[in-house]
T-cell receptor, first 112, second 112 residues
Framework: DAKTTQPTSMDCAEGRAANLPCNHS???????VYWYRQIHSQGPQYIIH???NNETNEMASLIITEDRKSSTLILPHATLRDTAVYYC?????????????FGQGTTLQVKP | NAGVTQTPKFQVLKTGQSMTLQCAQD?????MSWYRQDPGMGLRLIHY???????DQGEVPNGYNVSRSTTEDFPLRLLSAAPSQTSVYFC???????????FGSGTRLTVV
């Protein structure tokens, strides 16, 4: 599975959009981009995933560049409860067998 | 619908003792996996399973055994506990195909 690169930490003002970038320049054609977050010491929470089209759900939007080498997770109106570590993970569909490999993620601090 | 249930939530073991961490899911998910998370670190994959009777090793399998006799259960066995196995253990499950994993709330294990 392709590796991902994320900034170590980011700040965001409460009520503003949080834009979390992820670089996955070695992504292959059958690999999806997944985003998870972990709030404090809880279990990770699935946010969203996509292959090449932009995706949106009730939690966030995922923007994938046309060459698929990078993506951005957007939390449209960040709240204090969105403070968490956000993980960008690339994993193939055919290999979606439990091998979800986590990196270090981005620590997002939402400030009042 | 309970999701992914892990027991116990907390455990203290003496060096050399063995124990089994329990994980059960009620969503009829095919894929299940175990992760460990050391303080201040990301999650590392221990073992995973793509269905009943099928398991495979992840990034850090040494010192742990798994089996998958039913779709619902995926226990993790520590053969002879060591202080280096002090960690938080998370179990996760997913249906086959692209999609998000559901994580349990974790088992906090201390080996003294």
């Amino acid at each position: 599975d392709a590796k991902t690169t994320q900034p170590t930490s980011m700040d965001c003002a409460e009520g503003r959009a949080a834009n979390l970038p992820c670089n996955h320049s070695t992504i292959s054609g059958n690999e999806y981009v997944y985003w998870y977050r972990q709030i404090h010491s809880q279990g990770p929470q699935y946010i969203i995933h996509g292959l090449k089209n932009n995706e949106t759900n009730e939690m966030a939007s995922l923007i994938i560049t046309e060459d698929r080498k990078s993506s951005t997770l957007i939390l449209p109106h960040a709240t204090l409860r969105d403070t968490a570590v956000y993980y960008c993970i690339v994993s193939s569909y055919s290999g979606n067998t439990g091998k979800l490999i986590f990196g270090q993620g981005t620590t997002l601090q939402v400030k009042p | 619908n309970a999701g992914v249930t892990q027991t116990p939530k907390f455990q203290v073991l003496k060096t050399g003792q063995s124990m089994t961490l329990q994980c059960a899911q009620d969503m009829n998910h095919e894929y299940m996996s175990w992760y460990r998370q050391d303080p201040g670190m990301g999650l590392r994959l221990i073992h995973y399973s793509v269905g009943a009777g099928i398991t495979d090793q992840g990034e850090v399998p040494n010192g742990y055994n798994v089996s998958r006799s039913t779709t619902e259960d995926f226990p993790l066995r520590l053969l002879s506990a060591a202080p280096s196995q002090t960690s938080v253990y998370f179990c996760a499950s997913s249906q086959s195909g692209p999609g998000g994993y559901t994580f349990g709330s974790g088992t906090r294990l201390t080996v003294v």
